[in-house]
């Protein structure tokens, strides 16, 4: 029986299509389509029916998942075994979204270290997309990323960090006792936008005003929008763990409108399942701590 064709069945399942199975695989749809076939031949039965573009588990598909599961999970923890080089032991290679390298990172591997001096650290940046690739590939250990679920790993929330409106020393909106969603506005907009969904929801406060808002630069690094607003050339709505020291240190000011409440950026530790779960409920507890 071939691995490749159970673990197509799993991700059919878990996307509840061919075709997003086959882009979480990085392969195409007919050759998915051709594994899940093949599979079916060897267990002599039917494992979905489709309608159309839906796709449905038949009771036989269901009475196999479970053993499917198990023969995936053991296979990829016996081949990780297997693979491992003597230099792993020492080395913990993590990944992490330019964000999380930018303000989670450096506040959690000295903690680490101090736990365990003998292990060397290498990190390495990427999309979610290319971290959740390299993870099933066993070329990082863990990874940092935005809020995902994936069938062969397991993702922990570590914390939720509020999107919230922040301006500059002296700004007139930090004397005011409220600010509508028509005065945000007018005022010169920087936009910081990660690809996150909540993002979305920030486009949103400004659907039904009669005019658009006054977006003077769009960035997709949150380093540059900071330093837009620290130059007085406009205000941002920003992660709050992106502008910890600067609102620490009195020089950016949190503006909090009812319309952002509940609006928020979720962070995410997966690795491999079965592995790395004492580290991984470490930097838990410690981002916990980050967070506060």
């Not at 365990?116 to 940046?125: A, F, L, P, Q, S």
Request: charged share 25%; with cysteine.
């Amino acid at each position: 029986m071939n691995i490749e064709n159970i673990e197509a069945f799993i991700y059919v399942i878990h996307y509840g299509s061919f075709n997003k199975a086959a882009d979480s695989l990085f392969l195409s749809q007919p050759t998915v389509t051709a594994r899940i076939q093949s599979l079916e031949r060897e267990l002599n039965c039917k494992l979905f029916h489709r309608t159309g573009k839906q796709v449905m588990i038949t009771e036989e598909g269901k009475r196999f998942l479970p053993y499917a599961q198990q023969v995936v999970q053991i296979y990829e923890k016996g081949k990780m075994h297997i693979n491992q080089k003597k230099s792993q032991t020492n080395e913990l290679k993590i990944g992490c979204t330019v964000s999380v390298s930018n303000y989670v990172i450096s506040e959690i591997i000295p903690k680490l270290s101090v736990m365990n001096d003998e292990v060397h650290y290498k990190m390495i940046t990427g999309s979610t997309d290319e971290l959740v690739k390299k993870t099933l590939n066993n070329e990082i250990d863990i990874a940092f990323v935005r809020k995902i679920s994936h069938p062969s790993l397991q993702s922990i929330k570590l914390f939720e960090d509020p999107i919230t409106l922040y301006v500059y020393k002296d700004h007139p909106f930090i004397s005011k006792q409220s600010i509508s969603i028509q005065d945000i506005a007018k005022e010169n907009l920087i936009f910081f936008e990660c690809g996150s969904l909540d993002w979305l929801r920030i486009h949103r406060l400004f659907e039904n005003l009669e005019s658009p808002p006054n977006i003077k630069i769009h960035t997709d690094s949150s380093e540059m929008a900071k330093k837009l607003i620290l130059e007085k050339f406009g205000i941002a709505f920003l992660p709050s763990i992106s502008v910890k020291k600067e609102v620490k240190d009195g020089l950016l000011y949190p503006i909090h409108i009812e319309e952002t409440k509940g609006i928020y950026l979720q962070t995410n530790i997966f690795c491999n399942r079965g592995e790395y779960s004492e580290l991984v409920n470490e930097i838990v507890k410690l981002s916990k701590e980050l967070v506060k």
